[in-house]
């Protein structure tokens, strides 16, 4: 069974940063497409960003596209993502997700990933 473990959340003001850190224990993410997803208190969960399984495809919500950043180091069993110029609209709990796929998908429903961690909580100060 595949476990997720999101770490670096925090309280942060607007115009910061924070990187956020998903870690995978007992088996490898370079077999899984992964995803964040956010949460705000009220909404839906929704779609953040994505990642094929070797990197050479990602995907972006239009109202983090040129803020956030994710990356993977199979190496480490960990996905990132780098969050800049952060906005207090940004606040939610923030998940990572992962999808066992072939190497080029991408995904950006939350149907689409069938493990996902426990999330850490972002809160943007004004």
């Known amino acids: 069974q595949l476990q997720l473990v999101e770490s670096g959340g925090g309280l942060v003001q607007a115009g910061g940063s924070l990187r956020l850190s998903c870690a995978s224990s007992?088996?490898?993410?370079?077999?899984?497409?992964m995803g964040w997803f956010r949460q705000a208190p009220g909404k839906d969960r929704e779609f953040v960003s994505s990642?094929?399984?070797?990197?050479?495809?990602?995907k972006y919500a239009d109202s983090v596209k040129g803020r956030f950043t994710i990356s993977r180091d199979n190496a480490k069993n960990t996905v990132y993502l780098q969050m800049d110029s952060l906005k207090p609209e940004d606040t939610a709990v923030y998940y990572c997700?992962?999808?066992?796929?072939?190497?080029?998908?991408?995904?950006?429903?939350?149907?689409?990933?069938?493990?996902w961690g426990q999330g850490t909580q972002v809160t943007v100060s004004s």
């Open positions: 990642i094929s399984r070797n990197s050479n495809k990602t």
């Open positions: 997700a992962a999808d066992f796929a072939p190497t080029a998908v991408v995904h950006d429903t939350l149907e689409k990933f069938g493990h």
């Open positions: 007992g088996r490898s993410l370079s077999y899984y497409a």
